[in-house]
């Protein structure tokens, strides 16, 4: 069974629609992540979640995306207008607090 | 310049061979090094880490760090098909908690059979 789940596998909206990317971590899982990749480029940091609290964002990580872990399984990223550049694959990705980092397999958006 | 580079490739080599897969880096406060193998259409895996310079072994696998220089390794013996994947480096100033990784673009790695 893989330590972080993600729903769905692909996504493909409208330009300006929501979004709402899923992840399931096992249960000693404290500290969340997301990443993306855009293809052909690096995995970069979005955002990282920690105590129901938002620790640290990166400048891609602007008002349109906003996460949360509402019922303190599912960990979701949400974006409120999705734009072309969206497009990309976003990785969920959580630790117990030790270094390693376990990730999704990940939800490819396309927006057109 | 970019916190951390890594040559794209592709690279490909016999089985069998010795694979060496690197990348600089320019932000001296990273203290810890990993390896990461990704499969197409999969998440990163965690292969190995080091922290700060030095080496470790696991395996086939070798990851070296020369803090000094910013420059870090992996090696890989006696390579496999299996062991064709993307390798990312990835980099952090501290050990785990809330500490995000700074990735390198990954060079994709295909060993022929």
């Known amino acids: 069974e893989p330590e972080v789940t993600q729903t769905p596998s692909h996504q493909v909206t409208q330009m300006g629609q929501e979004v709402i990317l899923r992840c399931v971590p096992i249960?000693?899982?404290?500290?969340f992540y997301w990443y993306r990749q855009i293809l052909g480029q690096k995995v970069e940091f979005l955002v990282s979640?920690?105590?129901?609290?938002?620790?640290?964002k990166s400048e891609i990580f602007d008002d349109q995306f906003s996460v949360e872990r509402p019922d303190g399984s599912n960990f979701t990223l949400k974006i409120r207008s999705t734009k072309l550049e969206d497009s990309a694959m976003y990785f969920c990705?959580?630790?117990?607090?030790?270094?390693?980092?376990?990730f999704g397999s990940g939800t490819q958006l396309s927006v057109l | 310049q970019k916190e951390v580079e890594q040559d794209p490739g592709p690279l490909s080599v016999p089985e069998g061979a010795i694979v060496s897969l690197n990348c600089t880096y320019s932000?001296?406060?990273?203290?810890?090094f990993m390896w990461y193998r990704q499969y197409s259409r999969k998440g990163p895996e965690l292969l190995m880490y080091?922290?700060?310079?030095g080496n470790k072994e696991d395996g086939r696998f070798t990851a070296q760090v020369d803090k000094s220089s910013k420059y870090i390794s992996l090696f890989i013996r006696d390579s496999q098909p299996s062991d064709s994947a993307t390798y990312l480096c990835a980099m952090s100033r501290g050990e785990g908690g809330n500490e995000k990784l700074t990735f390198g673009t990954g060079t994709r790695l295909t060993i022929i059979p």
């Open positions: 249960s000693n899982h404290l500290y």
């Open positions: 932000n001296s406060a990273f203290q810890y």
């Open positions: 080091t922290y700060s310079s």
């Open positions: 979640f920690y105590n129901n609290e938002i620790s640290e």
């Open positions: 990705a959580a630790r117990d607090g030790r270094i390693k980092l376990f």
